[in-house]
């Protein structure tokens, strides 16, 4: 079914405040089907430069910044979907015009034993307060590892690279963000629990 855009005014007069309120709700919502997006409202469709004609019906895999990325992580959270309705974490996602930024994410299931047939999501851009830092192709792989708990020896295996290689990377990455531990290069990636950092390649 799709939404109407209604008149504010009218909508108003006429006690419609739940299509009101999805439509210019101040946080991107969207409702997907098996990770197709089936509408969105106007603050979700403006935070990645489309209009929701232009979303409606699409795979979702089009706001992120790779078919790779959207694979690693269009899994995560089903789980936790599926035992408890409830999921949330932060993500990097790609506007319209290429650039990477932070959101935040929560979700909510209509159907729980199949978590992503039929859900709704809020998704709240972080840029304000997180803005984006560059990474290689590489280096995302290698902290969205880092943040599944993956050791360096399980990250060489997962990407076919050579141990010392990861080590390497890892070393960079603490410089590159002046911290010295894994903790804290996440802390400062994402600034929330590791477990609701998600993957990024």
């Not at 197709?36 to 409202?41: A, P, T």
Request: charged letters at 25%; hydrophobic letters at 40%.
């Amino acid at each position: 079914m799709k939404i109407r855009t209604p008149d504010p005014a009218a909508a108003f007069q006429d006690g419609a405040f739940a299509e009101l309120a999805y439509l210019h709700a101040p946080v991107g919502l969207v409702v997907t089907e098996n990770r197709v997006i089936r509408d969105c409202n106007f603050a979700f469709a403006d935070m990645f430069g489309y209009t929701r004609e232009e979303l409606q019906n699409q795979l979702f895999a089009k706001l992120y910044p790779s078919d790779s990325e959207f694979s690693n992580i269009r899994n995560r959270g089903v789980d936790q979907l599926r035992e408890t309705n409830s999921y949330w974490d932060e993500r990097i996602m790609a506007r319209r015009d290429g650039t990477l930024f932070w959101c935040r994410v929560r979700g909510h299931s209509f159907t729980p034993d199949d978590p992503l047939a039929q859900a709704v999501w809020s998704f709240a851009d972080l840029s304000q307060t997180r803005p984006y830092i560059p990474l290689t192709r590489r280096e995302r792989e290698i902290v969205a590892l880092l943040a599944d708990g993956k050791t360096s020896k399980e990250i060489a295996l997962t990407l076919d690279i050579s141990h010392r290689t990861v080590e390497v990377y890892r070393a960079k990455l603490l410089k590159k963000f002046g911290v010295s531990n894994t903790s804290g290069l996440l802390n400062c990636l994402a600034g929330v629990y590791q477990e609701h950092i998600v993957g990024r390649s």
